[in-house]
């Protein structure tokens, strides 16, 4: 599975973006997919992830509430949509594919798409 993310930008406090990642590949079907960020000079944290059939959803508790995961198995994407966001979002987001929805053990991993808030 080949993945490709998309969508990040530039957005004051406050604002929405929605990001997207693409998948190539037969099996994208079988695969947890998950959404991680990492900010300069920190590690990268795990934000949601969704299983394969789409119904279950895992968040970090600083998205809860705010950042939404869906995914579409017949067009092979997965989205975040990201809301009310804040200064302390801005970092580079990560899509990936696993077995779990929960951030462990992921498999194959998209390019980063920026995301910077500005205050």
């Known amino acids: 599975v080949q993945l490709q993310a998309s969508g990040g930008g530039l957005v004051q406090t406050g604002g929405s973006l929605r990001l997207s990642c693409s998948a190539s590949?037969?099996?994208?079907?079988?695969?947890?997919m998950n959404w991680f960020r990492q900010a300069p000079g920190k590690a990268r944290e795990f934000v949601a992830g969704?299983?394969?059939?789409?119904?279950?959803?895992i968040y970090a508790d600083f998205g809860k509430g705010r950042f939404t995961i869906s995914r579409d198995n017949a067009g092979q994407t997965s989205d975040l949509q990201l809301n009310s966001l804040q200064p302390e979002d801005t970092a580079v987001y990560y899509c990936?594919?696993?077995?779990?929805?929960?951030?462990?053990?992921?498999?194959?991993w998209g390019q980063g798409t920026q995301v910077t808030v500005s205050s």
């Open positions: 969704i299983t394969s059939t789409g119904d279950t959803t």
């Open positions: 990936a594919a696993g077995r779990s929805p929960n951030g462990v053990g992921m498999d194959y």
């Open positions: 590949g037969r099996t994208f079907s079988t695969y947890a």
